[in-house]
C-alpha cells in the first residue's frame, strides 16, 4: 500500500465524519420521522381493501389495477388525464413564478441593501395570511363582477354571466400567486452574491440584452434557480387546496384524487399505490433534472 | 453593521422561541397541569356558545376541551387512527352514524343517564339512521334544500331542474357540494325520479351520470360544499347551489343576503342532523354521558341553537328559542315536513360501491 | 451594477407585481369591515366580535408558537445540513449509496401532505403506546413541522453555497484551523442571506399548514388553519375570519415597518458619531 494513498483514505474518512457531523442530524431527523413513517404507510398499496377503504390481507395487485384506470364500474381514462392535467399545470405555474421572480428579485438588488431584506419580506408576507382565505379573495377577484373578467367579457372571450374563476386559468394564476416566494427567496439568495465583474466583463463579449443575461447572470443564479423550481414545480403537481378553490374541482388534480382516497371515499390501498406512483414519477422527473441542470450548469455543483 | 441587526434579530427569536417551546410544552398535555378531569370534545369550531362551556365545567367539577375538525371524514380517519381514545365525545352527521358504530368508532349511549332524553322532539328519538338513538344523540338540525338569486334566475321551478336541467339555468354559473356524496346523489336521484333516498344501484348509476354530465357544462363551476357555496352566492359569484336552510335564514336575519331565494325541492329533500356520540375508547365515558344530557336540558338546548342559529331538536327548548328559529325557514311546516327524509344510512359493501361510483362521478 | 435604464424597466415591473400581491388582502380588509348585523355602512363589528372570541386568539397563539419554534430548529439543522452536503460530499463517489441523502433530502417536498400527515400519526401513535413518549399534541406537531422545513433551508443554503469557489474554504481551513470556527466566522456570514430566506419560508410553512398539523395535533391543540378551516366548513366565510387575516398582516406590515424605521434611524446616528463603517459583504 503506498503512501499516497493510505493518506487519501484517511483524508476521505474524515471527509466523511464532517459530512455526518453537519449533515447527519438533518438526515436522520427526516429519515426517522418521515421516511420511515411513510415507508410503513405506503407499504398498504399491496394490500386488499376491506369496504371501509382499510388495508386487509391477502395482498393484492388491485390498488395498482385501480391506478392504470379499472374500477367496479370498468376502464376509465380518467386518471391519466388527471395526471397530464397536474403536470401541465405545474408547468405552467413553474413559468410563471420564474418569470416574474427574476425582474422582482433584481429589483430587490437595484435597491440600497438596507432596504432589500424589508422588499423580500413583502413578498413572502401575503403568505402568512390564511391560504384559504387569500385564495378566496383571489377567487373574487377573477369572479365574474370583477375588472378581469369584464375585460374577458367586452373581448368575447367569456360569456357574460360567468367569471374567470374558476377555470384552468384561475387554477394556474392561484398557484403562481400561491407559490411566487419559494421562487423568489432562493432565486435572491443565489443572485445576492452575484459576481458583478463578471457581467461587466460579459458587457464587452456580448454586448446586452439576453445574451448578456444568458451569458453571465442565468449561470451565475442556476443553483438559485433550481431549487426554486424544486420548491414550486413539486408542490404545485401534487397541490389540492387551489384546484378545489380556484377550479371548484371540476378538472380534478392528482392531489385531490389522492386525498379523496384517504378521506372523502376511503380506499387506503388505492390511495397508497397512488402516491408510490406519483412519487416515483416525481423522482423520475428529479433525476431528469439533474441531468439537465448538470448539462446547463457545466459541473455537478448546482443541484443536490 | 447589517451583521449586527441580524444577530440581534435571531437571537431575539431564538429566546422568544425558546421561552415559548418551554412554555408551549408545559401547557401542551391539559390533563397534566391540574386534577380535575378532562373531556374531550371533538367538533366544529365556533359550534357550541362558550358560556355553554363554562356553565358544565362548573356543573362538572372537570375541564372541557374542544379540538376542531372540518368535515365528518376527515374525523372517521382521525378517530380511525387512535383518536377513539383521545376524545371522548364526537359530533358527526346523522348519515355516517351507522357506519361509524360498524367500524366500532363508537360505542352506544346509555340512555338511563340520558334523564333529558324525552326533551327530544318525537321525530328525533327514533330516527331511521339511527334507531332508537342508540349511538347518537341529535345536537341541531336543519333541511337541505336549494338557494338561488332571484335578481338572476327568474321564477325558477321549485325542483332539483335548476340545478340539472340545462334550459332551466342555461347560463349562470352554480355548484354542486363536494363531500362524501350523499347529498348530490340523492338530489339527482330525486330529479330523475327516483326520490330522494335511492338506494339501487342503477340508480345511483343513473344519478352519476347524470352528475357527469352536468359537469360538462359551461356554466357548472365546480365542487363546493353548501356552506362556503352560499358565501359565493351572497357575493354573486353564483347564482345558485344546494345549501342548508340554517345558513340562508342566518343571512336573512342579519341583512346580508335579503334578496336571496330558499326552497325544498318539490322531488323531497333532505333532514340533516348533527349528533353528540360516545367514542368506542373514551377515557371518561361517565362525563360524556353527563355532557349530552347537559346539553339535552332545555334552558342548554335554547342557549346552544340561539348561538349557533341552527333549529333545534328539543322540543322543551321551544319556548325559549329567538322568535327567528321559530319561522318557517328554521322550522319547515308540515307540507315541507312531508317531503323531506333522513338519508338512509350506508354500511359494509353497499358503502364501497356508493363510493366508487361517486368516484366516477368526481373524476 | 444593474444599468440605470434597466432599473427603471425593473421597478416598473416590480411595484404592480407588488400590487398585485396585495390587492387579495385588500380585498380580505375591505370585507373585514361589513356592516354590524342589519345596519347599512361599513363597520368594525367583525373586529368587536373577534376580540371577544378567546378560541380564535388560542388558535393565533398556537400557530405563531409553532411556527417560530419549528423555523427556528429546521433552520438550525436545514443550515448544517445544506453545508455539509455542498462541502463535503464526496463528488466523484457513485452509486445507491451516494446518492442516497439527495433521495432524503426531497422526500418531504414530494410526498402529498396527506399521506406525510397519517403517516407521522400512525408512527406517533406506535412509538407512544410502546414507550410512552411523544404523545400527540403540541410536540408532535413540532416534529412534523421541523421536518417538513428543513430541506427548504437545507436547498436554499445549498444553492447559495455550491455556486462559491471552493479555495474559499480551503483558504479558511488553512486560517482556522478549527473546523467550527471556520464555520462560524466564514460560512455563516456568506450564507446569511440563505438563512434568514430559509428561516422565512419556514414559518411561511409552517402557519399555513393545515393537513400535516391537523393530523398530528393532538386534543385540544387547534392552530389558526385548523380553526379557519373548520369555522367555514360550519359559517362559511365569515367577516370575522376576514378581520382575523387582516389584523394579522395587518401588525406584522407595522412591526417590519416599525422595525425597518428603527433600526435605519439609530444606523444614522451611530454613523454620525463614528466614522462610517466599512463596505459591508453579503449584506442583507
Not at chain 1, 95 to 120: D, G, K, M, Q, T
Not at chain 1, 282 to 303: C, D, H, M, Q, W
Not at chain 2, 143 to 164: E, H, I, R
Not at chain 3, 223 to 252: D, V
Request: hydrophobic share 45%; with cysteine; charged share 15%.
Amino acid at each position: 500500500m503506498s503512501p499516497a494513498r493510505t493518506q487519501a483514505e484517511v483524508e476521505g474518512r474524515r471527509q466523511r465524519a464532517r459530512l455526518w457531523t453537519t449533515s447527519g442530524p438533518g438526515l436522520v431527523w427526516i429519515m426517522l420521522f418521515l421516511l420511515i413513517p411513510s415507508a410503513g404507510l405506503l407499504a398498504i398499496a399491496f394490500f386488499s381493501a376491506d369496504d371501509y377503504g382499510n388495508p386487509v390481507l391477502p395482498l393484492s395487485t388491485q390498488p395498482f389495477q385501480q391506478v392504470a384506470g379499472f374500477s367496479l364500474l370498468g376502464w376509465d381514462a380518467g386518471n391519466i388525464a388527471i395526471f397530464l392535467r397536474s403536470l401541465q399545470q405545474a408547468g405552467i405555474a413553474t413559468l410563471a413564478a420564474i418569470v416574474i421572480a427574476y425582474p422582482l428579485v433584481f429589483f430587490i438588488l437595484s435597491r440600497p441593501p438596507a432596504v432589500r431584506p424589508l422588499l423580500l419580506l413583502f413578498v413572502i408576507l401575503p403568505s402568512w395570511t390564511n391560504q384559504v382565505v387569500r385564495t378566496y379573495a383571489w377567487l373574487e377577484l377573477l369572479g365574474p363582477n370583477a375588472p378581469l373578467s369584464w375585460l374577458a367579457h367586452s373581448l368575447h372571450l367569456l360569456p357574460p354571466e360567468l367569471g374567470l374563476a374558476p377555470g384552468s386559468l384561475a387554477v394556474t394564476s392561484g398557484l403562481a400567486y400561491n407559490y411566487l416566494p419559494y421562487m423568489i427567496v432562493p432565486l435572491y439568495a443565489s443572485a445576492e452574491k452575484l459576481d458583478w465583474a463578471l457581467v461587466e466583463a460579459g458587457r464587452d463579449l456580448y454586448a446586452a440584452g439576453i445574451k448578456l443575461f444568458w451569458h453571465t447572470v442565468f449561470p451565475q443564479t442556476l443553483p438559485g434557480l433550481l431549487s426554486g423550481v424544486i420548491f414550486v414545480a413539486i408542490p404545485a403537481f401534487g397541490d389540492y387546496v387551489v384546484p378545489a378553490l380556484l377550479g371548484g374541482d371540476k378538472a380534478m388534480m392528482i392531489g385531490s384524487l389522492i386525498s379523496a382516497q384517504f378521506i372523502e371515499t376511503p380506499d387506503w390501498p388505492y390511495g397508497a399505490a397512488l402516491t408510490l406512483i406519483m412519487l416515483a414519477f416525481t423522482g423520475l422527473g428529479l433525476v431528469a433534472f439533474r441531468i439537465f441542470s448538470r448539462k446547463l450548469g457545466g459541473t455537478g455543483e448546482t443541484a443536490i | 453593521m447589517k451583521d449586527r441587526i441580524l444577530k440581534k434579530i435571531l437571537s431575539v427569536t431564538a429566546v422568544l422561541s425558546m421561552t415559548m417551546l418551554t412554555q408551549g410544552f408545559s401547557a401542551a398535555p391539559a390533563e397534566a397541569q391540574s386534577n380535575v378531569p378532562v373531556l374531550n370534545l371533538f367538533t366544529w369550531s365556533d359550534y357550541i356558545d362558550p358560556a355553554l362551556v363554562t356553565k358544565f365545567e362548573a356543573q362538572c367539577h372537570c375541564k372541557l376541551v374542544e379540538t376542531d375538525y372540518d368535515s365528518n371524514s376527515e374525523m372517521m380517519a382521525k378517530l380511525k387512527l387512535g383518536g377513539t381514545s383521545q376524545y371522548d365525545v364526537v359530533v358527526p352527521s346523522n348519515f355516517v352514524i351507522l357506519e361509524m358504530a360498524d367500524e366500532g368508532l363508537i360505542q352506544p349511549v346509555d340512555h338511563s343517564k340520558l334523564s333529558n332524553f324525552s326533551n327530544l322532539i318525537e321525530r328525533f328519538q327514533n330516527p331511521t339512521y339511527d334507531p332508537g338513538d342508540k349511538y347518537s344523540i341529535p345536537y341541531q338540525w336543519g333541511t337541505t334544500g336549494m338557494v338561488y338569486d332571484p335578481a338572476k334566475l327568474k321564477n325558477p321551478p321549485q325542483s332539483w331542474s335548476l340545478l340539472f336541467d340545462p334550459a332551466v339555468n342555461p347560463n349562470y354559473p352554480f355548484v354542486l357540494p363536494k363531500g362524501e356524496g350523499r347529498n348530490e346523489i340523492s338530489a339527482a336521484c330525486a330529479y330523475l325520479g327516483y326520490g330522494f333516498n335511492c338506494m339501487a344501484q342503477d340508480q345511483w348509476v343513473a344519478a352519476a351520470k347524470l352528475i357527469k354530465q352536468t359537469r360538462k357544462r359551461p356554466n357548472f363551476a365546480g365542487f363546493v360544499d353548501e356552506t362556503p357555496a352560499l358565501s359565493q352566492v351572497k357575493t354573486g359569484l353564483l347564482a345558485t347551489s344546494i345549501a342548508f336552510n340554517g345558513d340562508v335564514g342566518n343571512c336573512h336575519a342579519d341583512g346580508s343576503c335579503r334578496t336571496l331565494q330558499y326552497f325544498i325541492p318539490k322531488e323531497g329533500g333532505d333532514i340533516w342532523v348533527d349528533t353528540m356520540a360516545i367514542t368506542s375508547h373514551a377515557k371518561q365515558p361517565a362525563l360524556a354521558l353527563e355532557f349530552i344530557n347537559f346539553i339535552l336540558d332545555a334552558k342548554n338546548g335554547a342557549q346552544l341553537s340561539n348561538f349557533n342559529q341552527y333549529a333545534s331538536p328539543n322540543a322543551a327548548a321551544t319556548p325559549m328559542l329567538q322568535p327567528v328559529l321559530l319561522t318557517p325557514m328554521f322550522s319547515p311546516p308540515d307540507t315541507e315536513m312531508s317531503r323531506l327524509v333522513f338519508l338512509s344510512p350506508l354500511t359494509g359493501a353497499k358503502l364501497k360501491l356508493f363510493n366508487a361510483i361517486w368516484t366516477s362521478a368526481m373524476q | 451594477m444593474i444599468p440605470r435604464k434597466l432599473g427603471y424597466a425593473l421597478s416598473g415591473f416590480a411595484w404592480p407585481v407588488y400590487a398585485l400581491l396585495y390587492t387579495p388582502l385588500a380585498l380580505v380588509a375591505y370585507y373585514s369591515l361589513a356592516p354590524a348585523p342589519n345596519m347599512a355602512g361599513h363597520s368594525f363589528h367583525a373586529y368587536h366580535v373577534l376580540l371577544h372570541d378567546g378560541a380564535a386568539f388560542a388558535a393565533l397563539r398556537l400557530s405563531l408558537i409553532l411556527a417560530l419554534c419549528s423555523a427556528t430548529s429546521a433552520t438550525a439543522l436545514g443550515t448544517l445540513l445544506g453545508y455539509g452536503l455542498c462541502r463535503f460530499r464526496s463528488r466523484n463517489a457513485r452509486g445507491v449509496l451516494a446518492q442516497l441523502p439527495s433521495l432524503i433530502i426531497y422526500t418531504p417536498i414530494i410526498m402529498p401532505s396527506l399521506v406525510f400527515g397519517i403517516s407521522e400519526l400512525i408512527f406517533f401513535n406506535f412509538v407512544h403506546s410502546v414507550t410512552g413518549f411523544l404523545a400527540a399534541g403540541l410536540q408532535t406537531m413540532l416534529i412534523a413541522h421541523i421536518t417538513f422545513e428543513i430541506p427548504y433551508v437545507a436547498l436554499t443554503v445549498f444553492g447559495r453555497l455550491s455556486g462559491l469557489d471552493q479555495n474559499l474554504f480551503e483558504a479558511s481551513h488553512d486560517l482556522y484551523a478549527d473546523g467550527l470556527k471556520s464555520f462560524l466566522y466564514l460560512v455563516i456570514p456568506v450564507v446569511q442571506p440563505a438563512i434568514i430566506g430559509g428561516f422565512l419560508l419556514g414559518i411561511t410553512l409552517s402557519i399555513d399548514d393545515f393537513t400535516i398539523s391537523f393530523f398530528t395535533a393532538g386534543p385540544g391543540s387547534v392552530t389558526l388553519p385548523i380553526y379557519i378551516y373548520s369555522a367555514i366548513a360550519r359559517k362559511g366565510i365569515s367577516p370575522e375570519i376576514n378581520a382575523l387575516g387582516t389584523l394579522m398582516i395587518g401588525t406584522i406590515i407595522v412591526i417590519a415597518l416599525l422595525h425597518f424605521f428603527i433600526s435605519r434611524q439609530r444606523e444614522r446616528t451611530r454613523q454620525g458619531v463614528f466614522p462610517p463603517p466599512q463596505q459591508t459583504k453579503g449584506a442583507v
